[in-house]
């Protein structure tokens, strides 16, 4: 796994190259345009949020004595609990709103690497399925990845060894990115649950594509509008490589 999950990061590199290569920023477009607005509005709902959630946390210590320093706390812990969730539903929200528009993209990069594709129709229909798919699938992981992280959230604040409960939370945050990156190939392929069982046993290349999906997201504004583009050329590559480990390596020497 630590292989795959090196090979989901390493793919960030070449993504670049693959955009201009194929010329397919155009296509990102209008998802870099629902990326911006999406981002917009859950940072500005977590802002008022946060407040508001740092006062109900203050509100239940009933002494006069450590008011203010357990106020400053409160609102502290309240933006890391708003940060939190607002990534998590950010990011499931923006991959399902998206899928129509992703995988005609994945379609273009699997004919350069692979040489033909597997489709499952074309227009309105196609599109409409796509859509429903995105809306499962991540509804799917984000009720998961929520269970997931509310523990290790709460186990976070055990002294001395809360960073590593931290860590568990960007594992996991990476895992279901990468997952929903991922389902834009694999939809032409695979039904919802074969689809699950595919990236469970290749967790690394979810993971690895994930971790710098996470990362690029917490760069200020250029984040959310570079993240979809470089993720989802990456996750394409390397699940074409799970797929197709023998055609894509000698497509790549005649390319």
């Not at 190259?17 to 194929?22: H, R, Y």
């Not at 991922?182 to 595919?198: A, H, P, Q």
């Not at 699940?239 to 480990?245: Q, S, Y």
């Amino acid at each position: 796994m630590t292989q795959n999950i090196f090979n989901g990061i390493q793919a960030y590199f070449s993504a670049f190259t693959t955009l201009n290569k194929l010329n397919l920023w155009r296509y990102f477009a209008i998802p870099i345009g629902i990326s911006f607005l999406l981002g917009i509005f859950i940072l500005f709902t977590a802002y008022g949020l946060s407040d508001n959630l740092g006062s109900y946390i203050a509100s239940t210590w009933g002494f006069n004595w450590g008011k203010e320093t357990v106020t400053s706390i409160s609102y502290f812990i309240g933006g890391l609990v708003v940060l939190a969730f607002g990534i998590v539903i950010f990011k499931h929200v923006l991959m399902a709103v998206v899928a129509p528009f992703m995988s005609p993209i994945s379609e273009k990069i699997e004919l350069h690497f692979i040489g033909n594709v597997s489709k499952k129709g074309t227009g309105i229909k196609a599109q409409t399925s796509a859509l429903a798919r995105g809306i499962r699938i991540n509804l799917r992981n984000l009720i998961l990845e929520i269970l997931f992280i509310i523990p290790f959230f709460i186990f976070s604040f055990i002294p001395l060894i809360g960073f590593i409960f931290v860590f568990f939370i960007f594992i996991v945050q990476s895992y279901y990115a990468g997952f929903g990156n991922m389902d834009y190939t694999l939809e032409r392929y695979f039904s919802y649950g074969e689809s699950v069982y595919f990236v469970k046993t290749h967790k690394g290349i979810a993971i690895g594509n994930g971790i710098v999906f996470m990362l690029i997201l917490l760069i200020p504004v250029i984040g959310i509008l570079i993240v979809l583009p470089l993720s989802v050329v990456a996750s394409t590559t390397e699940t074409l490589k799970a797929l197709h480990p023998e055609k894509f390596a000698k497509n790549q020497l005649s390319l």
